[in-house]
């Protein structure tokens, strides 16, 4: 296997940045289709449309119907075919920019991301999630493409929920932790290679970006003021990690998350929460790991509020057997969990996810947080 990078074509970040749209836009197309929901509309709608306006371009305004489904994918290709629309521009969360994505790399069209929240790494990655028609995590398709812009509004980011910025920074804590596993196996990564010596730099330097300003940005961003901290802080969550996950490479930590949507309890998380619980769980299993390295995630992750305990994730008590069917899934033929150096079991797992339960709880009660 070789050694494969991928990565969207520009990547743009910082105050007021989709007020100049028009202007990336334009290198791309005429006829933007931009893909978003009321509400995200609402904030950012003025905006977006007015720098479109200004550089003579004939936006296609499309309502979102809330989950990337296949249903949804094709009622947008059939707007793209009918309006003669040459860019799928995608305004909001994760969903909406998975939908544009499918719905551009199947019409042939050019693709744009505008994260209004940095809650997970998907605004640079070349996948997208589906979704049945009831909400069900269904899978995902890797495209032969990323996106040719990737516009990111820090002031928008920063003005959003400080849950989602603390969610997104789960997932980013996840990809150094996750892409060193898969680098020590050779493990595949999601570009069909295995990680550059650049893939693995990004993604540690997430990491350490996250450890010296995560606080401090969840701390301004919960004041409402927009600093250096946060700017750091979304890059890593939106870059650092996209690029870092993407052609580094993903083990344990996503497996549990992945996993966790069919407990009914879970479904009020975000992914980038189940994976924060997916994190401290996959550094019980390692053998490979310090205790240092283990304290220093839990103790970031309690900090910034990530689920750390089964009670955060909304399993208090559960048993045994419950957990038995992640370990299952963990353990089967393909999982995630074969980027170890050792054979992930079953059981491994379980106990794995009870001893981060239990560290979990005990460094939270160091913290003085109940
Ligand atoms: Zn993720």
Redesign the pocket.
């Known amino acids: 296997m070789h050694n494969i990078l991928i990565a969207p074509r520009k990547y743009v970040q910082g105050r007021g940045a989709l007020a100049e749209a028009g202007k990336h836009l334009k290198i791309l197309g005429n006829k933007p289709l931009v893909l978003w929901d009321a509400t995200v509309k609402g904030i950012v709608g003025k905006t977006l449309l007015a720098g479109l306006a200004e550089e003579g371009l004939e936006p296609v305004d499309v309502d979102f119907q809330g989950d990337c489904t296949r249903k949804e994918v094709d009622r947008v290709i059939g707007i793209i075919k009918n309006t003669g629309a040459d860019i799928a521009v995608g305004v909001g969360g994760g969903k909406t920019l998975d939908t544009a994505k499918a719905a551009a790399i199947e019409t042939g069209i050019r693709i744009v991301t505008c994260p209004t929240i940095a809650s ?2 998907s605004p640079t990655s070349a996948a997208s999630v589906w979704y049945d028609d009831d909400g069900n995590f269904t899978g995902f398709d890797c495209w032969p493409f990323n996106p040719d812009l990737v516009l990111v509004d820090s002031l928008v980011i920063s003005r959003a929920p400080v849950r989602a910025l603390v969610a997104g920074m789960g ?1 980013a804590l ?1 990809t150094w932790v996750e892409a060193k596993v898969a680098l020590q196996t050779g493990a595949g990564n999601i570009a069909g290679g295995v990680s550059t010596a650049a893939a693995m730099a990004i993604a540690e330097l997430g990491y350490e970006v996250l450890l010296e300003h995560g606080l401090e940005a969840k701390r301004a961003v919960e004041n409402g003021v927009l600093t250096p901290s946060v700017e750091k802080v979304i890059e890593a969550n939106i870059l650092h990690s996209g690029l870092g ?1 993407e052609s580094g490479g993903l083990a344990t930590a ?1 497996m549990i ?1 992945n996993c966790l949507p069919s407990f009914g309890e879970c479904r009020h998380l975000m ?2 929460e189940e ?1 924060g619980f997916g994190v401290i769980s996959q550094l019980c299993l390692d053998k490979a790991v310090s205790m240092d390295e283990v304290y220093e995630a839990v103790d970031f992750e309690v900090a910034v509020g990530l689920p750390v305990t089964f009670k955060d994730i909304g399993l208090e008590g559960v048993s045994r057997d419950r957990l038995k069917s992640i370990g299952d899934t963990c353990a089967s033929d393909g999982s995630l969990c074969e980027s170890h150096c050792f054979k992930v079991t079953s059981e491994a797992v379980v106990d794995a996810m009870i001893a981060a339960d239990a560290l979990g709880a005990e460094r939270k009660e160091l913290a003085g947080i109940v």
Do not use: E, I, M, P
Request: charged share 20%; net charge negative.
């Open positions: 997970n790494d997932d996840a996950f996503h998350a992914h980038g994976v």
